[in-house]
């Protein structure tokens, strides 16, 4: 099966496997989807992430964290650049999420970073995703 957007359909199954309470969530992998579940583990939005080598491609097994009253701690994934509509930001136009409740996942010159980094190491890029 071929994907027009890998990391839609990444946001789209994690909110899926969220809302249907899973524990574990496979999706198809790959290098900036890998660097995006490391960002979300950072930031406390997943357990853990794996990558399962596969003969066609590698699988990442995802593990979602659930708080003590069972809501996701990942209550929300939203896609803003998408390939029919890139948002791109300047050094100085990289905004906060929710007032600082959530996170940006930035695309920059010096790899894939959070609102956060990109507001300290002064760079923009493309918005991929807002996470809260």
């Known amino acids: 099966m ?13 909110r899926n496997g969220a809302k249907a309470r899973h524990a574990i969530v496979d999706v198809p992998s790959s290098k900036i989807i890998e660097r995006i579940a490391f960002l979300l583990k950072q930031e406390g939005y997943i357990l853990d992430f794996q990558v399962i080598p596969d003969s066609k491609q590698n699988v990442l097994r995802v593990w979602l964290k659930y708080l003590e009253d069972k809501r996701c701690a990942l209550a929300n994934i ?12 300047k050094k100085n136009q990289v905004r906060p999420v929710r007032n600082f409740l959530g996170i940006a996942i930035l695309s920059t010159s010096i790899g894939v970073m959070t609102d956060r980094e990109a507001r300290q190491k002064k760079v923009g890029g493309e918005i991929l995703c807002e996470v809260w």
């Open 2 to 14: 071929s994907l027009n957007d890998p990391l839609a359909d990444f946001f789209t199954r994690l």
């Open 78 to 89: 939203r896609r803003v650049s998408k390939s029919s509509v890139r948002v791109y930001v």
